[in-house]
């Protein structure tokens, strides 16, 4: 409709040609050649048949268009030659139409040219006179372009003629006019084609819509879930597969490390790193300074030294390793390539396969020479130390000689007698045997009492091993008291023993324990040799406490004796000080240690009216 | 008098050594009697056949020698043998001193023990016919008169009979009565026998010998 009212508007028409070309003055050149009048009718038609060309083209759909501008173009412009491209509006690609004058069998050929043409001019500046040669003739056709559409992206025009002339100002004028016209047509027509496709469409659409929206609500639905889903499963797959590549990588690491640190060991400890096949030779050795000598195919007592010294030791090995069983700090000794001493320390654990088969050992082992050295000197100082007490004890008993000598004497005495008695009766006629009898089961029991005496006296001397045992005090000091006794006696000393029943178990090595008390009650003893008989009262008393750190045995030996001055308490348990004549000045002193070796205490505390008490207190056994 | 059985006492404090040498004294058939203290001893009745004492130097209570010196201190002399232990030296040599028949050691030998007791047993024997001469002597001596027992105590002197009548101022014939009644009761066939009585019931020598000393 805006097409009329712009071709309706003449001055509009006639300056449009003004500022395109300066050269064009039509209503100058009209009146200059006034006489041509019927040129100017002709030129008048040609314009209202322009504005007629709308409401002929209305109607027709797009494809049809074309032709119907380039007829409109041939006949009005007398074009040899009129080519047109416009895209389609129903989108199925560009329409190309060609037209050559008398000659219709050329369409095709002028079609290509003005593709070539259109093709190699597509700049919307370009609307400028081309020179194309004729595809009939081959003679050269004037030619000129124009572009189609908005911005000429829509397609192309192209007309040409033979005429020298061609085109004319008004001839541009006409093409110009004749091609916007079109555009409104092709435009008119591409709307009406979407108006159709429209209302097909949305009726089409609204039939459907309704299911494929529900379809599309389930399928998104189902879509949505199976996204989620999958979004979850593919997340906890990659957090799954995070999490393992992180343990692989932990694992790789640990296990890199895990490799260099026991190399670091195997390079830096001393220790010997071993393994050992299933005949206990060695496969495998990583040896530090015994390299000549413990080599692979060796067994540990190839190089061992103490095995005809220690056989039981090595045959409890040998059964350990023969019944596969896992061993710690099996200690052996052997020599070093320069013959110096060496003891070894090792420890294994017998390797199977899968299948359970036993395939060796593997282990470790290590030179502890230096602390075996350190161990045999605590070993010795402990055995100087456990010498000594000994010889202590023997130094009490030794002032004990005249009451054991006695204790022995008297069933020697009396099996003399009764061994006499006996001959006699038999060198009679007639034997007495009852009497033989009665002698020769006195005979047996002070053999006994004497072999009892002897062995009291003798596991006193005895050099045995200090061992720490569950022992029952009371007994202990029973059996000092039956030893000691004689003599306490033979001081015209009244010995009284107050035992208390039930006393903790103590831990302790009850010889060393009687040594304590021996002493102790000898002290006693030499204490009251010199007050008046009368006062002379030894008192032995055993008590139990319980302490917040458990029960304890106290034994208390209380006698009435010179008892001791301030100056004496603190030396009392001094190594070498005595107030004995002859006296060693050991006996407090070796107690106290024994006493402390059974995490107990000894102490002296004096009495009130005469002499001293001395304490012993030991932890019972809980 | 010889035959009176010989009983041999037992103190010891050890049952064992006390039954053993109680068997050791039946097997040899002696008479045996043990007690465990000295005390027991002392207060058990005892008879008057000769014997010995078999006596622990060591013993509770009164000691050996403490028995010892009880034994020497009443009239009833026992010869002692003393069993000792080792380290009895002192109190050994003190027994000892105090008149002790024997002295042996444990363990002793069974013989070694018995002749020891059979010794002390005869001397204790000859010592009770020692002490019962004596007795009788000096009970015949009692019978004299005083006037009997100076002229004895002439005579023991070796004086004749009519020195001491001159010291006595009586008649010879007076003496020579005397001497025989003298001689008569003490029972004595000859002068030397009269002066060997004499001897041993302690009669001085001497007209004016006085009493003798027991």
């Keep these: ?622 | 008098m010889s035959a009176e059985i010989p009983i041999v006492f037992v103190v010891d404090d050890d049952p064992s050594v006390r039954d053993s040498l109680r068997r050791l004294m039946t097997s040899v058939g002696m008479a045996v009697e043990v007690f465990p203290t000295a005390q027991a001893f002392l207060n058990a009745p005892r008879g008057d056949a000769p014997g010995c004492l078999v006596l622990d130097v060591r013993l509770p209570g009164l000691s050996g020698l403490d028995l010892q010196r009880e034994l020497a201190n009443s009239s009833a002399t026992l010869p002692i043998i003393f069993l000792t232990g080792h380290g009895d030296i002192p109190m050994s040599v003190q027994a000892m001193k105090a008149g002790a028949a024997e002295f042996l050691t444990k363990p002793f030998r069974g013989q070694e023990l018995l002749d020891a007791i059979r010794h002390a047993i005869d001397r204790d024997r000859a010592a009770r016919t020692q002490r019962r001469e004596l007795a009788e002597l000096r009970g015949r001596y009692d019978t004299l008169t005083p006037r009997e027992r100076d002229v004895m105590a002439g005579v023991v002197a070796g004086l004749l009979n009519k020195q001491i009548a001159a010291e006595f101022g009586t008649t010879e014939a007076t003496v020579k009565e005397q001497r025989g009644q003298v001689m008569l009761k003490m029972r004595a066939g000859s002068v030397a026998e009269l002066v060997r009585s004499a001897g041993r019931i302690g009669i001085a020598p001497h007209p004016s010998g006085g009493t003798p000393p027991r």
């Design chain 1, 1 to 622: 409709m805006n097409s009329c009212v712009s071709y309706a508007d003449g001055p509009a028409m006639e300056t449009t040609p003004e500022k395109s070309n300066s050269s064009l003055e039509p209503p100058d050149h009209v009146v200059a050649r006034s006489t041509d009048t019927a040129a100017l009718r002709s030129q008048l038609r040609d314009l209202i048949a322009i504005l007629a060309l709308p409401a002929v083209w209305s109607g027709r759909d797009a494809a049809g268009i074309p032709e119907a501008v380039l007829e409109v173009l041939s006949s009005m412009l007398r074009l040899d030659l009129a080519y047109i491209r416009a895209a389609d509006p129903a989108g199925s690609g560009p329409l190309e139409t060609t037209r050559v004058q008398g000659r219709p069998d050329l369409g095709s050929r002028g079609r290509e040219i003005a593709s070539l043409l259109a093709e190699g001019t597509t700049d919307p500046d370009a609307n400028q006179a081309l020179v194309l040669p004729d595809p009939a003739t081959g003679e050269p056709l004037r030619a000129t372009r124009i572009a189609l559409g908005l911005a000429g992206h829509t397609g192309v025009v192209i007309a040409a003629s033979r005429r020298s002339s061609f085109p004319t100002p008004f001839e541009r004028f006409l093409l110009q006019s004749i091609i916007t016209q079109a555009e409104v047509a092709l435009s008119n027509a591409a709307l009406m084609t979407a108006l159709h496709h429209a209302l097909h469409s949305e009726q089409v659409a609204r039939t459907d819509a309704d299911t494929a929206n529900r379809s599309k609500d389930l399928l998104n639905e189902e879509l949505e879930r199976r996204v989620v889903e999958r979004t979850r499963q593919v997340s906890l797959v990659n957090q799954e597969l995070r999490r393992e590549i992180a343990e692989r990588k932990r694992s790789e690491e640990a296990l890199r490390e895990s490799e260099q640190r026991f190399r670091d060991y195997a390079e830096t400890a001393s220790d010997w790193l071993w393994e050992t096949g299933p005949d206990h030779s060695f496969t495998r050795l990583a040896v530090h300074g015994f390299e000549g000598q413990v080599r692979v195919g060796a067994r540990w007592w190839d190089f061992a030294t103490d095995v005809e010294e220690e056989p039981e030791k090595w045959r409890l090995h040998l059964a350990a390793l023969e019944a596969h069983e896992p061993f710690r700090s099996f200690t052996y000794r052997t020599s070093r390539p320069d013959g110096s001493i060496a003891y070894i320390e090792t420890s294994g654990k017998p390797v199977f396969d899968s299948g359970g088969r036993f395939l060796g050992y593997r282990g470790i082992s290590t030179d502890v020479t230096a602390s075996v050295g350190a161990e045999e000197v605590e070993k010795a100082l402990q055995q100087a130390q456990a010498e000594l007490a000994r010889v202590v004890r023997a130094t009490t008993l030794g002032e004990l000689a005249a009451s054991i000598a006695h204790e022995i004497n008297q069933p020697l005495a009396a099996i003399g007698a009764d061994a006499n008695a006996c001959l006699h009766w038999l060198a009679a006629d007639r034997p007495d045997l009852d009497s033989v009898r009665e002698a020769l089961a006195a005979i047996v029991k002070d053999s006994h009492r004497a072999g009892e005496v002897i062995t009291r006296i003798r596991t006193l001397l005895a050099r045995s091993p200090v061992v720490h045992e569950p022992c029952d005090l009371t007994e202990v000091i029973r059996e000092v008291l039956t030893l000691v006794a004689p003599e306490i006696g033979r001081h015209g000393i009244a010995l009284e023993a107050s035992l208390a029943p039930g006393l903790p178990q103590v831990m302790g090595d009850p010889i060393q324990l009687q040594q304590v008390l021996l002493n102790l009650l000898l002290n006693a003893a030499e204490a009251m040799r010199e007050v008046a008989q009368e006062r002379r009262r030894l008192v032995v008393r055993s008590t139990f406490e319980q302490r917040e750190d458990g029960p304890w045995a106290v034994v208390e030996v209380e006698d009435a004796g010179v008892g001791f001055s301030e100056a004496e308490a603190a030396r009392l348990f001094e190594a070498f000080y005595t107030t004995k004549p002859g006296g060693l000045g050991m006996g407090l002193s070796i107690s106290r240690s024994i006493i402390d070796s059974h995490l107990g205490r000894l102490w002296a505390t004096a009495n009130p009216a005469h002499g001293a008490t001395f304490h012993l207190a030991l932890p019972g056994m809980r």
